[in-house]
């Protein structure tokens, strides 16, 4: 049985953090704020995976009232969620994100970010798609406040 799921993760930019994407640190002078390391690409990615095999979403596994979580590098999010998929007795078939953000231009880290989230969901690069929009200059997106990122996912669930 095949079955879908979709992710949707958007972090405010501030002043004093890196930014991370797709389990990618990107040079620019504002970062994701978040609990964890604010990588809004792999948390639309787990949140997608989870989707699809009936287990809700991040905030279930991965609570930010949880210390334990607090600035944790979001490849450990990943794994965990590549485990619990596993668990599930699912495979992922694919999964595609999009990052939607208006500055900086992300096409030079595209093919490292989808070489880092497959590596730790432990499957092919060939499995992973990464991809950058702009906003075109509306809302918080599109003035430069936020980064937004979304996901589907595809999983095989073996009976």
Known sequence: MLRIGEGYDIHRLVAGRPLKLGCVEVAFERGSLG???GDAAAHAVCDALLGA?????????FPSSDPRWEGA?????LREVARLVAE????????DVTIVMEKPRLAPYLD?????VAAALGVEASRVCVKAKSADGLGPVGSGEAVEARAVALVEVRA
């Open 88 to 95: 599930a007795s699912a495979e992922l078939v694919n999964v």
């Open 112 to 116: 490292a970010m989808r070489a880092a």
């Open 73 to 77: 590098d979001s490849r450990v999010f």
């Open 35 to 37: 609990h964890s390391d």
């Open 53 to 61: 095999v009936g287990l809700g979403d991040m905030g279930r596994f």
